[in-house]
């Protein structure tokens, strides 16, 4: 199974600046065939279900602000929130769907300071 | 409106079996692969199971292979989870989602989930 690490595990930023989440699989999710990597990134509000946020690595999902961006690739991914907003307050998860079973990383919660 | 709706979930003692359903509206349901993936009280997201658009390959985590059992009827629009011999680990909210791609051949487990159910809560004590 690929093994996904994410850091940190918890993350205090300022209303207004910039939070940077990492996202490490254990093995390259870059599919040559296509040049994709399989990496999404969600975001889960308390209470609420996952939403997509970021597929592919780098392409955002419909209607998410272009404040949340995403990169990398082969085995090490970032997601990127800038201007921090009261809302963006929630634990954020990596996604590996390059093979079954896919897996998740642990979880990074995002707080306002 | 595109979206999952679950229902099923239940308090349950150990060693009884339930099944959990999730339906589609606002779009072509039997284009797409159904995931389910369960978040354990206080914790993280779990991947246990997908079936893809034609029923023709399904998958498995290896903590609940043997005792799940995915299936779904397109004419229903709905997916549906077996869950057999429940222990207390199996206690969780559990989430359908949906596929976000049209992918085939090899392809057709692996997409990002964009369409969440609201979930179903599973619990089990004695």
């Known amino acids: 199974d690929i093994v996904m690490t994410q850091s940190p595990d918890s993350l205090t930023v300022s209303l207004g600046e910039r939070a940077t989440i990492n996202c490490k699989s254990s093995r390259s999710l870059l599919y040559g065939v296509n040049n994709r990597n399989y990496l999404a990134w969600y975001q889960q509000r308390p209470g609420q279900p996952p939403r997509l946020l970021i597929y592919w690595a780098s392409t955002r999902e419909s209607g998410v602000p272009d404040r949340f961006s995403g990169s990398g690739s082969g085995t090490d991914f970032t997601l990127t929130i800038s201007g921090l907003q009261a809302d963006d307050v929630a634990v954020y998860y990596c996604h590996q769907f390059f093979s079954t079973p896919h897996t998740f990383g642990q979880g990074t919660k995002l707080e306002i300071k | 409106e595109v979206q999952l709706v679950q229902s099923g979930g239940s308090f349950v003692q150990p060693g009884t079996s339930l099944t959990l359903s999730c339906t589609g509206s606002?779009?072509?349901?039997?284009?797409?692969?159904i995931h389910w993936v369960r978040q354990a009280p206080g914790k993280g997201l779990e991947w246990i199971s997908v079936i893809s658009w034609n029923s023709a390959r399904m998958d498995y985590a290896d903590s609940v292979r043997g005792r799940f059992a995915i299936s779904r009827d397109n004419g229903k629009n709905s997916v549906y989870l077996q869950i057999y011999s429940l222990t207390s680990d199996d206690t969780a909210l559990y989430y359908c989602?949906?596929?976000?791609?049209?992918?085939?051949?090899?392809?057709?487990?692996?997409?990002?989930?964009?369409?969440w159910g609201q979930g179903s809560v599973v619990t089990v004590s004695s």
């Open positions: 989602a949906k596929g976000s791609l049209r992918s085939g051949g090899n392809q057709v487990l692996l997409q990002p989930f964009d369409i």
């Open positions: 606002g779009f072509t349901f039997d284009d797409y692969a």
